[in-house]
């Protein structure tokens, strides 16, 4: 595609873009930015606007800056600024040297107020924030006008300049747009631009006293960057109308708002207050709990950034608001992990295993595919010996209908390895299932029987002698409900939360090949699910989080919605 020709339209934030290159709105480069509050840590929400933004920019051979909004100095801190930087290289995206702060545009911001201010178009208000606040009105009565609206021109230049030479308390005056009181929007107002806060700032330190809300320079930093296309998410909607004031009255650079729905998953929360809470008050381990949607926990969960990328991507962008399922975005992390990840053996809830007919002593290195998704990936070799580990819940004494592994008198197929039959079950004294004496058929070594009798079950297994013993964390949905803000009556959003959503399993048993397993190492455990080495994890006591399950719940949620169901809600 030349750059003379327009971008093809795939979804209407980019029909947009088309358009305005097709009739000259713009000229090339197409510039866009991801703009985040350094208050808090990226989650999944983010991770649509981030790819979504970085798409655009890269679809028209442009450029996507990150800018960081930062104009309230009480709630930010270097920690965000660092973390959001790190998390979007991992997410995969790079803005090169467009790396700005709104902090960057103070004494600019500061230029555009005293324009408006001379303008007639700005005054200081002497009215308290509660006082602004009962002055707004509602949404069927208009506001009502400051007493200090009219001041002169001159009287709000000095007092603007005094508000910022620190000669008034914090909150007594404020410096406000002079729009309208009776306007419809209740963002047109007469909207506050710049409020006293005496703060320091991470990156201004105490050079200013007075701050800019972020109404007020979200617009006026698009501008002076040069941003042709301001894409946001849609509670921006109702903004959009001021940010067009504001650059009007100025007569600056007009960027072009599109908005669009943000991202809201099942069985999960994003608002950045509610996920403060549950890390402040200890519900979960930290910021980066794989619980959490927080980029940060998806990744020591074992979230992939292509998963994420795709999942974006599948999802799209829209103009009304829904609730994705969860299921979806395990999907498309499954089918990420199946083409990539090496599998193993693991036996979460060892079961000790004898088979009395293989030799004493004898240790066999058996031939282990790595991924059959992947030829290139090659095999291995596990050990086999007389003792082995199966998963406990792979054998029952007295089984139900259509129950096919390892059960008296039945033979079934040991991974890799060979056909085992059950002899003997051996008991402690509260009638706990301790042991299995088994024997193994060596006619059968890495295949089926050279006679064609079958078995309808493979168990996955590992030596006891060569296991490493290992943990395992087990999690599950941090809430049990699909829309934990749905609350009723009496309760809070807290009550929603599943106390079964992380399972420690302490006497993992896994092959010894894992003791290289390094923080983020993805496996397969073969039978039981993805499995990501977690930064606890150290060669003598490795450490794994399972990622994802094998079972794909997505397949009944996409036959509901061809049935008539949704996939959203």
């Not at 979504?52 to 965000?80: K, M, S, V, W």
């Not at 943000?262 to 509610?274: D, E």
């Amino acid at each position: 595609m030349s750059e003379s020709e327009p971008k093809t339209g795939g979804d209407f934030v980019r029909e947009g873009v088309d358009e305005d290159l097709r009739t000259g709105r713009f000229a090339r480069p197409v510039v866009t930015r991801f703009p985040p509050e350094p208050n808090g840590y990226l989650h999944i929400g983010h991770a649509k606007s981030i790819c979504l933004n970085f798409g655009i920019a890269a679809d028209y051979g442009g450029r996507c800056h990150l800018r960081f909004d930062d104009t309230n100095p009480t709630r930010e801190e270097q920690e965000y600024i660092d973390a959001i930087k790190e998390d979007v290289r991992w997410l995969g995206f790079d803005w090169g040297e467009h790396e700005y702060h709104a902090s960057d545009y103070f004494e600019r911001l500061h230029e555009f107020a005293i324009q408006l201010v001379r303008a007639g178009k700005a005054y200081v208000c002497d009215l308290s924030p509660d006082d602004v606040r009962a002055h707004r009105g509602t949404l069927t009565a208009p506001g009502r006008e400051s007493p200090w609206r009219n001041r002169p021109a001159e009287e709000n230049l000095d007092l603007f300049r005094r508000m910022r030479a620190g000669e008034f308390p914090e909150g007594t005056r404020t410096l406000r747009a002079k729009i309208d009181m009776a306007h419809p929007n209740l963002n047109l107002r007469d909207p506050v631009l710049y409020r006293i806060l005496r703060a320091s700032h991470p990156r201004t330190g105490s050079a200013w006293c007075i701050y800019p809300t972020y109404d007020w320079a979200h617009g006026q930093s698009d501008s002076i960057e040069g941003i042709t296309h301001s894409i946001c998410t849609l509670e921006f909607e109702d903004h959009r109308p001021l940010y067009d004031w504001f650059l009007e009255a100025l007569g600056v650079h007009h960027p072009r708002q599109i908005e669009f729905a943000r991202l809201n998953l099942t069985h999960t929360v994003m608002s950045k207050r509610k996920l403060l809470e549950l890390v402040k008050g200890g519900r979960v381990r930290g910021w980066d709990d794989p619980r959490l949607p927080t980029l940060r926990g998806m990744r020591r969960r074992g979230y992939t950034p292509s998963a994420i990328r795709a999942f974006c991507a599948r999802i799209g962008v829209t103009k009304f608001n829904s609730r994705t399922e969860f299921e979806l975005l395990e999907y498309c992390l499954r089918e990420d992990l199946n083409r990539a990840v090496p599998r193993v053996l693991a036996v979460l809830r060892p079961l000790r295993v004898v088979v009395e007919n293989y030799p004493e002593g004898k240790v066999e290195e058996l031939e282990a595919i790595n991924n059959p998704e992947d030829p290139a990936a090659g095999t291995r070799r596990v050990p086999f010996s007389r003792v082995l580990y199966v998963e406990a819940e792979d054998f029952m004494e007295v089984p139900p209908p259509k129950f096919y592994r390892l059960t008296p008198g039945r033979e079934v197929r040991l991974r890799y390895a060979y056909f085992l039959t059950c002899r003997e079950v051996v008991k402690d004294s509260t009638g706990r299932v301790v042991e299995l004496r088994c024997t193994y058929d060596p006619a059968t070594r890495g295949g089926d029987a050279p006679d064609g009798r079958k078995v309808k079950a493979t168990l996955h297994w590992v030596s006891a002698a060569h296991a490493l013993d290992a943990e395992v964390r087990l999690y599950g949905h941090l809430f049990s409900a699909q829309n934990p803000d749905d609350v009723e009556e009496g309760k809070s959003w807290l009550d929603g939360l599943d106390p079964a959503s992380l399972e420690v399993v302490a006497g993992a048993k896994v092959e010894p090949s894992l003791a290289a397993a390094r923080a983020g190492d993805h496996y397969q455990f073969e039978r039981l699910g993805y499995f990501a080495a977690d930064p606890d994890s150290t060669p003598d006591h490795p450490v794994f989080n399972r990622t994802v399950t094998l079972r794909d719940e997505w397949a009944k949620v996409a036959k509901r919605q061809a049935a008539g169901g949704a996939a959203t809600s």
